[in-house]
């Protein structure tokens, strides 16, 4: 089991930038691939962003291709979402997401899931 904390949220207006971080914990934590999935209210989960456990392969929404990077520094245990050029549409609540399967994170079903970080974006 992994244990993930969410920081970095906030509010900001459109065209900032925000960076979320997500910090796991527990048994082999720098072996997953992690990730980041979105909800705003009265809409569907949404993939956002997910990356392998080396760093070596990285996948985006179509939405927030060329906008957002997401990254990892295996040595923290730790996985960030940097967010630029930001949207009202971004609005949601992120959440940090960890599984063996990249594509249970693509899928917006991973198996570890941290406890959320709100980001809103006002026009």
């Known amino acids: 089991q992994v244990q993930l904390v969410e920081s970095g949220g906030g509010w900001v207006q459109a065209g900032g930038s925000l960076r979320l971080s997500c910090a796991a914990s527990?048994?082999?934590?720098?072996?997953?691939?992690m990730g980041w999935i979105r909800q705003a209210p009265g809409k569907e989960r949404e993939f956002v962003a997910a990356?392998?456990?080396?760093?070596?392969?990285?996948y985006y929404a179509d939405s927030v291709k060329g906008r957002f990077t997401i990254s990892r520094d295996n040595a923290k245990n730790t996985v960030y979402l940097q967010m630029k050029s930001l949207k009202p549409e971004d609005t949601a609540v992120y959440y940090c997401?960890?599984?063996?399967?990249?594509?249970?994170?693509?899928?917006?079903?991973?198996?570890?899931w941290g406890q959320g970080t709100q980001v809103t974006v006002s026009s």
């Open positions: 990356i392998s456990w080396t760093g070596g392969s990285t």
């Open positions: 997401a960890a599984a063996i399967s990249v594509s249970s994170i693509r899928s917006g079903v991973p198996t570890n």
């Open positions: 527990g048994r082999t934590s720098s072996k997953y691939n």
